[in-house]
């Protein structure tokens, strides 16, 4: 591990929204959900069973997930996780686009 000029931007859910987990991942689904539109700055579903397992979210309801521009070096993502994080107060989570 080397130093980093300020804290991983996983680490942000913990100072940002006092999470109590953070899961870092790049699974295909996730990658997958970024590109459907390459200029969306979020993705939306609704009328998922699973929703309803998510605190405050429910099958009718819509689940909003943020997604943020990728950059260059990871410790460049934390101000936009705090944007991000500052504005959309009630989303679980947020996606990194891959998108170019």
Request: proline residues 4%; negative net charge.
């Amino acid at each position: 591990m080397h130093h980093h000029a300020s804290p991983p931007p996983f680490l942000q859910a913990y100072e940002l929204r006092g999470a109590g987990a953070v899961m870092h991942s790049h699974s295909l689904n996730a990658v997958m959900a970024t590109m459907l539109d390459e200029h969306a700055s979020e993705f939306k579903v609704t009328h998922l069973e699973m929703i309803k397992g998510i605190v405050g979210h429910g099958f009718y309801g819509n689940c909003i997930v943020p997604i943020i521009e990728n950059t260059a070096r990871e410790c460049e993502l934390t101000d936009r996780l705090r944007q991000v994080g500052n504005v959309m107060c009630v989303c679980v989570c947020i996606l990194v686009c891959v998108c170019a």
